[in-house]
C-alpha cells in the first residue's frame, strides 16, 4: 500500500484486529495519522468493534430448549447396564425375598425342630438281654437245648 492512495475499509478492520504484516501495519498507521477520512473510518470501526462486545458479554446465552433433556438421555443411555446387571437386578427381589422367608421361618422352628431330629444314641439293655437269652435258650440241631443264662459281666455265673 503506498500513501498515495486511501486504504480500504477491510484493511483498516485488518488493522484493528493486527492481522497486517509489520511493514503494511505501519504504513497504515502512518496513513491514518495524516488522513483525516480514513482516521474517521478507524474511529467508526472501532466503536463498531467495541458495541459488538459489549453486546456479546451483556446477552444472556441460553441453551436452546430441550437441550439439557437431550444431554442427559444420551449420558443415560452411554451408563445403561450390561445385560447381566439387569437380570441380576430384576431376580434380586425374588431371590433375597424367599431366602429372607426361609430364614426367618427357619429361626422360630429350630428350637422345637432340632431337639426331634437329635436322637441320643441309647442302648435299650435289656431288650438286647432277652435277645441273647433266647438265642441262647435254643441250639440249633439239638433236641433239648437248655442253656443256662450266663452273662459275662456276672464274675461268680461265669461259664468255665
Aim: glycine share 2%; net charge negative; proline share 8%.
Amino acid at each position: 500500500m503506498t500513501t498515495d492512495r486511501h486504504p480500504t475499509r477491510e484493511e483498516i478492520v485488518d488493522f484493528q484486529h493486527r492481522a497486517l504484516e509489520p511493514g503494511a501495519d505501519a504504513v497504515l498507521l502512518a496513513h491514518i495519522e495524516i488522513c483525516v477520512p480514513c482516521a474517521a473510518i478507524h474511529d467508526e470501526e472501532a466503536r463498531l468493534t467495541e458495541l459488538v462486545r459489549v453486546h456479546a458479554l451483556s446477552e444472556r446465552l441460553e441453551l436452546p430448549l430441550g437441550f439439557a433433556a437431550a444431554t442427559l438421555a444420551r449420558a443415560r443411555e452411554r451408563e445403561r447396564p450390561r445385560f447381566v446387571e439387569r437380570f441380576l437386578a430384576w431376580w434380586r427381589p425374588a431371590v433375597a425375598v424367599p431366602a429372607a422367608a426361609f430364614l426367618v421361618l427357619a429361626a422360630f422352628l429350630a428350637p422345637v425342630l432340632l431337639p426331634r431330629l437329635h436322637h441320643p444314641s441309647q442302648i435299650n439293655a435289656l431288650h438286647d438281654l432277652r435277645d441273647h437269652a433266647a438265642l441262647m435258650a435254643t441250639v440249633p440241631f439239638e433236641d433239648s437245648s437248655q442253656a443256662p443264662i450266663v452273662l459275662a459281666s456276672d464274675s461268680g455265673n461265669a461259664a468255665p
